[in-house]
Nanobody
Framework: QVQFVESGGGLVQPGGSLRLSCAAS????????LAWYRQAPGKERELVAT???????NYADFVKGRFTISRDNAKKTQYLQMNSLKPEDTAVYYC??????WGQGIQVTVSS
């Protein structure tokens, strides 16, 4: 059974940092490409960052230079380090493995 446990979200002031974690189980984690998505209220879900099984990364333009995606295959966990956060980064963040496995989502709120 595929399961994800997301953690690390919360409330942070503009300019602050958070690190999201997504611990997975129930599938061969190391062989999957991974991604983070986000969805703000009233908006469509959008891709934030991806990391391939080989470790290659890609980022949406709106997070380049601020966010870093990484993975630890031994821990079956993916991460999203978010720095220089802006109010417009406020959203529910979702981890994804492959094309069909999704985490439950975690709230990130950037506000003073």
């Amino acid at each position: 059974q595929v399961q994800f446990v997301e953690s690390g979200g919360g409330l942070v002031q503009p300019g602050g940092s958070l690190r999201l974690s997504c611990a997975a189980s129930g599938f061969t984690f190391a062989g999957y490409s991974l991604a983070w998505y986000r969805q703000a209220p009233g908006k469509e879900r959008e891709l934030v960052a991806t990391i391939s099984s080989a470790g290659s990364t890609n980022y949406a333009d709106f997070v380049k230079g601020r966010f870093t995606i990484s993975r630890d295959n031994a821990k079956k966990t993916q991460y999203l380090q978010m720095n220089s956060l802006k109010p417009e980064d406020t959203a529910v963040y979702y981890c994804r493995a492959g094309l069909v496995y999704w985490g439950q989502g975690i709230q990130v709120t950037v506000s003073s």
